[in-house]
């Protein structure tokens, strides 16, 4: 493995680890902290590292980061309301 491949590795992690993390208070229904229910409200946000946690894992040319980073995408753009629905 090269040193480069290793670094898109890592900077797609460090890219897409928020984006799940907020995913997954998303998809719990509880009473969460303020401070996660205001990180909640920026969702649309989160469409910007996960496209970056994408590129940066088909740069790093690791399989299942990928896949990873491609299932992540979709569900954080319908999440806030992103997509190309045409609404």
């Keep these: 493995m090269t040193r480069a491949a290793f ?3 890592v900077l797609a992690l460090l890219a897409a680890a928020p ?5 997954i208070f998303r998809a719990v229904p509880a009473a969460w902290p303020t401070l996660v229910v205001q990180s909640l409200a ?3 946000w989160l469409v ?8 940066f894992a088909v ?3 690791r399989g299942w ?3 990873a980073a491609t299932r992540t995408l ?10 190309a629905s045409g609404c």
């Design 65 to 67: 980061l990928v896949v």
């Design 42 to 44: 920026f969702t649309p």
């Design 48 to 55: 910007l590292p996960a496209a970056a946690g994408l590129l």
């Design 7 to 9: 670094s898109w590795r």
């Design 19 to 23: 984006v799940a993390a907020l995913s």
């Design 59 to 61: 740069l790093g040319r």
């Design 74 to 83: 979709p569900r954080v753009s319908v999440w806030s309301g992103t997509t």
